[in-house]
Nanobody, 128 residues
Framework: QVQLVESGGGLVQAGGSLRLSCAASGRTSSRLGMGWFRQAPGKEREFVAAISWSGGSTYYADYVKGRFTISRDNAKSTKYLQMNSLKPEDTAVYYC?????????????????????WGQGTQVTVSS
């Protein structure tokens, strides 16, 4: 079993930055691909970014590419989402997620069905 706890959300002005963290517990967490998703009020959950279990591959949604960076520190069982040049449309609850199978390189890391474990979410609000 893997438990995920996000932190780092908050209120920031447009153009500002935040870094989200996702602390994972469980022996297998360092062997799982990880993703970040977000959900704005009245909208469906959408993919933001993902990173392979090794950290060797990263994936981004077009609307965050060049502004967000995903990374992981397996020694600390923590992954991060550095968010720069934030826009009001980035306002959402951000969720981290962990994949289903150890050492598995998903072909569809942007699909939420690839993830078995989810955190409780952290609110990010970007003011204009």
């Amino acid at each position: 079993q893997v438990q995920l706890v996000e932190s780092g959300g908050g209120l920031v002005q447009a153009g500002g930055s935040l870094r989200l963290s996702c602390a994972a517990s469980g022996r297998t967490s360092s062997r799982l691909g990880m993703g970040w998703f977000r959900q704005a009020p009245g909208k469906e959950r959408e993919f933001v970014a993902a990173i392979s279990w090794s950290g060797g591959s990263t994936y981004y949604a077009d609307y965050v590419k060049g502004r967000f960076t995903i990374s992981r520190d397996n020694a600390k069982s923590t992954k991060y989402l550095q968010m720069n040049s934030l826009k009001p449309e980035d306002t959402a609850v951000y969720y981290c997620a962990a994949g289903r199978r150890s050492y598995y390189e998903s072909r569809n890391p942007n699909n939420d069905v690839e993830y078995a474990y989810w955190g409780q979410g952290t609110q990010v609000t970007v003011s204009s």
